[in-house]
């Protein structure tokens, strides 16, 4: 959840990065957007259309000035903006249309040699996601374009694009004009997925100059047939009797359908069109009653009858639609029948497929990825169409590949986790370090190259990835077992493990042949058990994080889903301290066998056993995933007496059998407070081990801190404080009040789960089996670790102020961009006691003093130096303070003393 709303922020600030474009103020009255490409200043040309400089719709290109002789014979200076054919991706024009669902789009593309090399330029041209139109600058210059085209966003991307040796692409003028709604649809065509590229506008009957704005209203050019045999023409009725256009939505000029060709001697009269392409094409034909009689007569296209008898009233006018598919040319014939048969205008267009856009998440996702490289890409529109991103590869609208080698993103983003179709993800020598995270969701992923990086821990569970074919994770420093789970995908037939720092047994599900592992270059990997006892060696402690997958992806209500979600409570020290004193007791006392041990464990502090049947009927027979991880999966549970609780089922990875476990939860039970989650209980029957928790419902720090904003603006400064004290007591605890001292290796936002009042408990979890992990999460691991390989209480120390940090900035630390040292940022501010970097929801409503106490404590508890680090206790008597001098300024700030049951004095 918290990543949805990373999401946000980031898709807000693209957009004001990326998208913002000028409002349309600059257009006039009627919409229109006459862009002068090239130009510096702004113009009202003949027909009164306001012209201005095309610059603040474009970022790219190189401006030129040519000599320009118009048909008229009038020669002028215009101007012109070109792109050069090496610049690589789409240069494009983002065409403001907030007002319109329907816009005609005129481009005007000029060379006359502008640059003296005598080399017209070839391009193509693209609006929206669709290829419009190829531009051949040697077959014609001046060449015009237009196109009419649905919207449904506020801009139009127009861009052109060079093609091998087409020369550089060139453009003068861009013309945007809306149109009414409902204009050009018919039952033969409508603008769902298709547009309109023109090809003939002709003004049937009229041998003038073109026709347009101000007599068309909404600028369409109508040209004058003049083309035709003149003895055919007949224009002498244009001032005979009025007519009525208004239920006409294209609203042609009046002066346009009051000229017409009219069949003379002849019995037929005919249009022929050459297409030059095969497609498909949607004419349109008006007919005004111009005359004083109603003539009738057959309309027939490339020879098929479109509509016998078609008679047009006098003084009446309609409209004719029909689309020809797969044509290169088109004959529009009339037959007599009675009278003079008679066309008054005709529009000839070429429909265009528009390509689906990619889905909205798809591209949030790959717009947050590209914030982490601290490159630009370029990448803007559609990723998938007219032309991929960069680094992208499609099928159709789908984002099937993504390749991001040899650069610097440091963490794999949670997006990648919302590219639901991948299929190819290169990430090889892009510096990613830590564990591998954030891509249990790519079912469909055939390839995962993330080799030569800097990745310590292989992370979650594989099992998701279902489709893997090919794993390669050579030249890493990956650490720790190899996943089980590896062995489950059925379509993996490479792992590749070489060059890392892997030592131990590997899983026997690995083993077959349809599998091929690569193990070289590692300290001791094999399946026979040769490498075992090497990884009882301490100093290879393997970070171990555990990624629990959201249950509802797109949901708002993960509520405490993490609850023993979390791994990780009890630490290597303990555990080994108490394994050794167990197996030296059992030694002594000639082992005592599981039945004697589980009657022994009876009593202990509360923890009930439960049958396998009573669980099943707890959770309606595991019905309800709450999370899960690499040890296995969580569930919602109700007991008899309808408490709550998180049922964890683990599979036995290290198959060190029922006693390992028991003991396990003798050590569990023992750690009791009320800031640690409890352990109700446990069942270890029909090789299950499951563990019972107590559920929370309040969801943890993270869900409140970063879920919906209406939940952060509830956190006000004293509750965060109060969550602050209650953490720090729990883990002051652990560290000073238990015996022996527990390290929880595994403090973070999203271990601090709260209950219904908002108590805070940090989860206690399962003791892993493998006594050696070291848990811990990229953006809380103390810096030391690195060198040190080793957890100390001062570790939690750095955790809990990561949380603090979180708490006072309100925002995630960079679990997603990986560098250790994240808050360096905030820390100068805070030692200097200044507050810019405070979450701005809690403006106003802290105390100061507060503020920079806990500001203090924080910054000085992610000290590098572990030494230089206070206790745990030393952080809870600070916090302690703070939160008085917090509620201490509420009640004055009401002048009295009203302080809410959450808000209540600690002691
Ligand atoms: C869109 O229409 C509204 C209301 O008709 C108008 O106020 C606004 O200026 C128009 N915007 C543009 C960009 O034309
Ligand atoms: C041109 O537009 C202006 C207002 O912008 C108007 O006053 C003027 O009458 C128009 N001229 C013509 C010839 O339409
Ligand atoms: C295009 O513009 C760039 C920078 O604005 C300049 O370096 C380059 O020389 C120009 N190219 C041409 C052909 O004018
Ligand atoms: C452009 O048109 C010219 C002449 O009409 C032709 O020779 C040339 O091949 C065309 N170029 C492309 C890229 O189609
Ligand atoms: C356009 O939409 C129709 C149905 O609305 C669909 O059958 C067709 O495949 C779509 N075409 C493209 C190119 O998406
Ligand atoms: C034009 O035709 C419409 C219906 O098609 C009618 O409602 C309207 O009154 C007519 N206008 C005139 C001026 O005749
Ligand atoms: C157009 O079609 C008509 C009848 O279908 C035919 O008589 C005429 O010759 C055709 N014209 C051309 C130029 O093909
Ligand atoms: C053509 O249509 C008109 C009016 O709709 C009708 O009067 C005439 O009889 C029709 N002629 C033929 C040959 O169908």
Request: net charge neutral; aromatic share 10%.
């Amino acid at each position: 959840m918290e990543f949805r709303c990373f999401l946000c922020f980031w898709v807000c600030f693209c957009f004001l990065l990326g998208f913002g474009v000028p409002r349309l103020s600059v257009a006039d009255r009627q919409g229109f957007l006459s862009l002068s490409c090239g130009g510096s200043s702004s113009f009202v040309d003949a027909s009164n259309i306001s012209w201005i400089p095309d610059s603040t719709y474009v970022s790219s290109g190189n401006v030129t000035m040519v000599n320009f002789i118009e048909e008229g014979g009038s020669s002028s200076q215009i101007p012109l903006r070109f792109f050069l054919e090496s610049q690589e991706g789409r240069q494009c024009y983002r065409l403001p249309v907030q007002n319109a669902s329907l816009v005609l789009v005129r481009p005007r593309f000029i060379y006359k040699n502008y640059d003296g090399l005598n080399k017209p330029p070839s391009f193509w041209v693209s609006l929206g996601t669709a290829s419009a139109a190829n531009i051949n600058l040697t077959s014609s210059d001046p060449w015009v374009e237009e196109f009419i085209w649905p919207v449904n966003k506020d801009t139009l991307p127009f861009c052109l694009h060079s093609i091998l040796d087409g020369g550089n692409p060139v453009i003068s003028q861009l013309e945007v004009r809306p149109l009414p709604g409902g204009a050009y649809t018919s039952s033969s065509w409508e603008f769902s997925n298709k547009s309109l590229r023109k090809r003939f506008r002709i003004n049937c009957g009229y041998s003038g100059g073109p026709l347009r704005y101000p007599l068309d209203p909404y600028d369409r050019i109508w040209d004058a047939d003049q083309k035709f045999s003149p003895a055919q023409l007949s224009s002498g009725f244009n001032n005979q009797l009025p007519l009525n256009l208004s239920n006409i939505q294209e609203s042609p000029p009046a002066a346009v359908l009051q000229s017409a060709r009219v069949l003379a001697r002849k019995n037929i009269l005919s249009y022929n069109f050459q297409l030059d392409k095969t497609g498909d094409y949607y004419a349109v034909l008006y007919f005004g009653g111009i005359l004083p009689v109603s003539p009738s007569f057959d309309i027939l296209a490339n020879g098929d009858v479109v509509r016998s008898n078609y008679t047009v009233k006098s003084s009446e006018v309609s409209v004719l639609f029909f689309i020809r598919k797969g044509i290169t040319s088109l004959n529009i014939t009339l037959r007599n029948v009675s009278f003079y048969p008679l066309m008054n205008a005709i529009e000839i267009y070429e429909s265009v497929d528009i390509p689906l856009e990619c889905s909205t998440t798809t591209v949030s996702a790959l717009q947050v990825i590209q914030q982490y490289t601290d490159l630009d890409f370029g990448w803007q529109d559609d990723p998938c169409s007219p032309t991929w991103w960069k680094h992208v590869g499609c099928e159709g609208s789908i984002v099937t590949s993504l390749v991001l080698s040899d650069m610097n993103l440091r963490a794999i983003s949670p997006t990648f986790g919302d590219l639901l179709d991948l299929k190819t993800l290169d990430l090889h020598n892009t510096s990613l370090a830590g564990e591998i995270q954030n891509l249990a969701s790519l079912q469909e992923l055939e390839t995962l190259n993330l080799s030569f990086n800097k990745l310590t821990s292989f992370g979650s569970d594989f099992s998701t990835l279902v489709s893997l074919q090919i794993l390669d994770l050579q030249n890493n420093s990956l650490e720790g077992p190899v996943p089980d789970s590896l062995g489950s995908l059925k379509n993996l037939h490479l792992l590749n493990l070489e060059n890392n720092k892997l030592r131990g047994t590997l899983p026997q599900s690995l083993n077959k042949e349809s599998l091929e592992v690569r193990t070289s270059g590692n300290l001791c990997l094999s399946f026979s058990s040769r490498c075992t006892d090497l990884s009882e060696n301490p100093s290879l402690q393997t970070p171990e994080v555990t990624v629990f997958t959201p249950k509802h992806r797109h949901g708002h209500s993960r509520k405490a889903v993490l609850v023993g979600t979390i791994a990780g409570a009890l630490c290597a020290l303990l555990v080994i301290t108490v394994a050794v004193f167990m197996y030296k007791r059992r030694k002594e006392d000639e082992v005592p066998s599981s039945s004697r041990t589980l009657t022994e464990i009876r009593n202990w502090n509360a923890a009930k056993i439960f049958s396998y049947k009573e669980i099943k009927v707890a959770t309606n027979n595991f019905k309800d995933v709450i999370g899960h991880g690499s040890f296995g999966s969580v569930y919602l549970g109700k007991l008899p007496d309808g408490k709550l609780v998180a049922v964890k089922v683990r599979f036995d990875r290290t198959q060190l059998g029922a006693d390992s476990f028991i003991n396990e939860v003798y050590l569990l039970s023992q750690v009791r407070h009320q800031n640690l989650v409890s352990l109700e209980g446990f069942c270890c029957e029909s090789k299950q081990q499951i563990l019972v928790y107590e559920y929370l419902p309040g969801g943890s720090l993270a869900d409140n801190l970063y879920g919906s904003n209406s939940k952060r603006v509830t956190l006000n400064w004293a509750r965060r404080l109060k969550i602050a004290v209650d953490a720090a007591k729990g883990l002051d605890y652990l560290h000073n009040g238990s015996n022996p001292r527990i390290i929880h290796r595994d403090v973070k936002c999203s271990n601090i789960l709260l209950d219904m009042e908002m108590n805070a408990k940090v989860p206690h979890t399962d003791v892993s089996h493998v006594t050696t992990v070291v848990k811990g999460t990229a953006g809380y691991l103390d810096p030391e670790y690195f060198s040190t390989q080793q957890l100390t209480e001062k570790s939690d120390v750095y955790s809990f102020g990561v949380v603090l940090l979180e708490l006072i900035c309100g925002r995630e630390p960079l679990s997603h961009s990986g560098s250790p040292d994240s808050y360096n940022l905030a820390k100068p501010y805070l030692q200097a006691g200044t507050f810019e970097v405070v979450d701005k929801s809690l403006k106003g409503s802290f105390d100061v003093e507060s503020m920079r106490k806990v500001g203090s404590i924080a910054a000085s508890s992610v000290e590098r130096d572990a030494s230089q680090r206070p206790t745990m206790g030393e952080v809870l008597a600070e916090l302690k303070e703070a939160y008085s001098i917090q509620l201490a300024y509420l009640a004055s700030q009401a002048g009295h003393m009203r302080i809410s049951s959450a808000e209540s004095p600690v002691h």
